[in-house]
């Protein structure tokens, strides 16, 4: 991964000294809240319902285990003894003291760690692929690229003040893990007939109140001018985005209210003028970072095939999780492992103080010192071989992070929700831990198979709600939560918003509406390998709608 250079230590050293004059400034009085707020934002400190939250940037989702470590530190002394792993692949602290969070950027810091434009209308944390540089249907690691992008935006003096947030995402695979057409810029790595490295590029995607799906304008866009045509594309929106409503803002109102073709013309334009400029990426440059995101050298692990059989039917529970959580690899001889921080009737996302370390521990002895985020709240062991599973599996039994349910029913992506935000309606996190106890049954998760759960609990859509499989967003009516459902929503490469199915559901009502959502899937698929998404697409709403209302009156 990426380390600093003396730059990157000065510039994040000066930036926490100056933060820490900020700070206590507002602490005596001298600064009020209305002039603190644009300067803690810059910071990554939000002003929650109870506290302070403190946003921490994971550049595309990686760590080592010396930061994890880190991580779980600041948890213990500045926080709860836990934090929250997000949608975006960074970490909240939801509650640290406003006078202690200097010295917990200090913290950061020692470790190339930071919390900058984690907030604020800037281009936000990079993200890519969680399973980037490791997976066996990668055509290039999208790594070096999300580094280049972050060390291009990083304080970058044009874009600083955006009409609105802007979001990046990257992907090297043919699969889609990194939901690029729901970002203002989704960048999917692919090779053209002379087998030179290019990006299709997606503009206009983002999800909130009018959620809408990304248009490619640019089917090869070479290597070259990544910088270029990003440049363009940013700055075409710097000029024309809606700066006078703060809900038509982004990117995609942008798209929608100029075309998709017109938008297109003016991008090209401004990168015909930029496209020779010094923002051409030199070769020796990509391949110097790339240098930075090698595959470590695994050695040939042959005898994992034969142990892994043996374990797997002496342990029913360890075969599970084995299928479930473990992907292929591009060393036969390895596979890629997903921690699932979603164990039954717990919170989605949520780690503890003593789970970092213990994945930190597990990470530097069996998976070459790295750790990833996942957007959907998980984290990866990205090389682990396959004959070290087992003692990873028992590590994770010990802190109860074993839960062999990735990508199924139980592994639902929550928002923090009314409990801690400002801005929701409802709750996420109870509702999260009902359907997961509801539906905790190993066999019932597995005879129901893959099935996404999003929750939001209000129209900003952190839960991603509007691409989950299934989609619940939490809304306030009448001084009461109730919650909306969509079906069919999804953020991989056929990228589709959900439909909304009807009238809301109370939160004592919401569990039983998925289990006849789930029971009507069951009883419509043609056979167990037809997915809930598959069926759905298949037969549309109406057969959920009728049995979830009886009538469309009822529905209404």
Same mark, same amino acid.
């Given at each position: 991964?990426?380390?600093?250079?003396?730059?990157?230590?000065?510039?994040?050293?000066?930036?926490?000294?100056?933060?820490?004059?900020?700070?206590?400034?507002?602490?005596?009085?001298?600064?009020?809240?209305?002039?603190?707020?644009?300067?803690?934002?810059?910071?990554?400190?939000?002003?929650?319902?109870?506290?302070?939250?403190?946003?921490?940037?994971?550049?595309?989702?990686?760590?080592?285990?010396?930061?994890?470590?880190?991580?779980?530190?600041?948890?213990?002394?500045?926080?709860?003894?836990?934090?929250?792993?997000?949608?975006?692949?960074?970490?909240?602290?939801?509650?640290?003291?406003?006078?202690? !969070?200097?010295?917990?950027?200090?913290?950061?810091?020692?470790?190339?760690?930071?919390?900058?434009?984690?907030?604020?209308?800037?281009?936000?944390?990079?993200?890519?692929?969680?399973?980037?540089?490791?997976?066996?249907?990668?055509?290039?690691?999208?790594?070096?690229?999300?580094?280049?992008?972050?060390?291009? +935006?990083?304080?970058?003096?044009?874009?600083?003040?955006?009409?609105?947030?802007?979001? *990046?995402?990257?992907?090297?695979?043919?699969?889609?893990?990194?939901? *690029?057409?729901?970002?203002?810029?989704?960048?999917?790595?692919?090779?053209? =007939?002379?087998?030179?490295?290019?990006?299709?590029?997606?503009?206009?995607?983002?999800?909130?109140?009018?959620?809408? *799906?990304?248009?490619?304008?640019?089917?090869?866009?070479?290597?070259?001018?990544?910088?270029?045509?990003?440049?363009?594309?940013?700055?075409?929106?710097?000029?024309?985005?809606?700066?006078?409503?703060?809900?038509?803002?982004? &990117?995609?109102?942008?798209?929608?209210?100029?075309?998709?073709?017109?938008?297109?013309?003016?991008?090209?334009?401004?990168?015909?003028?930029?496209?020779?400029?010094?923002?051409?990426?030199?070769?020796?440059?990509?391949?110097?970072?790339?240098?930075?995101?090698?595959?470590?050298?695994?050695?040939?692990?042959?005898?994992?095939?034969?142990?892994?059989?043996?374990?797997?039917?002496? =342990?029913?529970?360890?075969?599970?999780?084995?299928?479930?959580?473990?992907?292929?690899?591009?060393?036969?001889?390895?596979?890629?492992?997903?921690?699932?921080?979603?164990?039954?009737?717990?919170?989605?996302?949520?780690?503890?103080?003593?789970?970092?370390?213990?994945?930190?521990?597990?990470?530097?002895?069996?998976?070459?010192?790295?750790?990833?985020?996942?957007?959907?709240?998980?984290?990866?062991?990205?090389?682990?071989?396959?004959?070290?599973?087992?003692?990873?599996?028992?590590?994770?039994?010990?802190?109860?992070?074993?839960?062999?349910?990735?990508?199924?029913?139980?592994?639902?992506?929550?928002?923090?929700?009314?409990?801690?935000?400002?801005?929701?309606?409802?709750? +996420?996190? #109870?509702?999260?831990?009902?359907?997961?106890?509801?539906?905790?049954? #190993?066999?019932?998760?597995?005879?129901?198979?893959?099935?996404?759960?999003? *929750?939001?609990?209000? &129209?900003?859509?952190?839960?991603?709600?509007?691409?989950?499989? !299934?989609?619940?967003?939490?809304?306030?009516?009448?001084?009461?939560?109730?919650?909306?459902?969509?079906?069919?929503?999804?953020?991989?490469?056929?990228?589709?918003?959900?439909?909304?199915?009807?009238?809301?559901?109370? #939160?004592?009502?919401?569990?039983?509406? &998925?289990?006849? &959502?789930?029971?009507?899937?069951?009883?419509?698929?043609?056979?167990?390998?037809?997915?809930?998404?598959?069926?759905?697409?298949?037969?549309? #709403?109406?057969?959920?709608?009728?049995?979830?209302?009886?009538?469309?009156?009822?529905?209404?």
């Amino acid at each position: 991964m990426y380390r600093y250079d003396e730059f990157d230590h000065a510039f994040v050293s000066e930036r926490v000294e100056q933060f820490r004059d900020q700070v206590q400034r507002r602490l005596s009085g001298e600064l009020a809240e209305d002039a603190f707020k644009p300067l803690r934002l810059m910071n990554g400190v939000y002003l929650q319902l109870h506290a302070y939250m403190l946003r921490i940037a994971i550049p595309y989702g990686t760590l080592s285990a010396r930061q994890l470590r880190m991580l779980a530190h600041i948890a213990r002394t500045y926080d709860r003894g836990y934090g929250h792993f997000t949608t975006r692949q960074n970490l909240q602290f939801n509650w640290p003291k406003l006078s202690e !969070i200097p010295d917990a950027l200090a913290d950061l810091a020692s470790v190339e760690m930071h919390a900058l434009q984690t907030s604020g209308n800037c281009i936000r944390n990079v993200t890519a692929d969680h399973f980037a540089g490791a997976a066996a249907d990668e055509i290039a690691d999208p790594r070096p690229y999300a580094e280049i992008l972050r060390q291009w +935006s990083s304080v970058h003096p044009e874009f600083s003040f955006l009409p609105r947030k802007f979001k *990046i995402a990257v992907t090297g695979a043919e699969r889609d893990r990194a939901a *690029i057409q729901v970002h203002d810029i989704g960048l999917h790595l692919k090779k053209n =007939d002379k087998g030179e490295i290019g990006f299709a590029v997606y503009v206009g995607g983002g999800q909130g109140r009018t959620p809408m *799906i990304a248009k490619l304008i640019r089917d090869f866009l070479p290597e070259e001018d990544l910088l270029s045509y990003t440049t363009a594309i940013v700055r075409v929106y710097n000029l024309h985005g809606r700066r006078d409503n703060k809900y038509k803002a982004r &990117i995609k109102i942008l798209v929608h209210e100029t075309g998709t073709e017109e938008l297109t013309r003016q991008v090209e334009a401004e990168f015909a003028a930029l496209r020779d400029s010094e923002l051409k990426l030199p070769e020796q440059d990509v391949e110097a970072i790339a240098t930075y995101f090698a595959l470590p050298e695994l050695p040939q692990r042959a005898e994992g095939w034969e142990n892994l059989a043996r374990w797997k039917k002496a =342990d029913p529970a360890f075969a599970r999780w084995v299928q479930q959580n473990v992907q292929p690899h591009k060393n036969p001889d390895y596979g890629m492992v997903t921690i699932s921080l979603k164990p039954i009737g717990g919170i989605p996302g949520d780690a503890t103080d003593a789970q970092m370390e213990a994945i930190a521990d597990l990470a530097e002895e069996y998976a070459f010192d790295e750790i990833r985020v996942s957007h959907e709240q998980n984290l990866i062991l990205p090389h682990v071989a396959l004959a070290d599973l087992e003692a990873v599996y028992r590590g994770l039994v010990a802190i109860d992070l074993a839960e062999a349910n990735a990508g199924l029913i139980t592994d639902i992506i929550a928002c923090p929700g009314l409990d801690y935000c400002a801005l929701a309606n409802a709750r +996420s996190i #109870p509702v999260a831990q009902e359907i997961s106890r509801r539906f905790g049954n #190993p066999e019932r998760q597995a005879e129901i198979g893959e099935l996404k759960i999003k *929750i939001s609990g209000c &129209i900003n859509a952190c839960g991603h709600h509007h691409v989950g499989h !299934i989609g619940l967003l939490g809304v306030e009516k009448k001084g009461a939560e109730l919650y909306q459902i969509t079906l069919g929503g999804s953020g991989d490469e056929h990228t589709s918003i959900g439909e909304i199915i009807g009238r809301g559901f109370e #939160p004592d009502r919401v569990t039983d509406a &998925i289990e006849t &959502i789930v029971d009507t899937y069951l009883g419509l698929r043609l056979d167990p390998s037809e997915t809930f998404l598959a069926a759905y697409r298949r037969v549309g #709403p109406q057969p959920f709608k009728t049995a979830l209302y009886g009538s469309a009156a009822e529905a209404a």
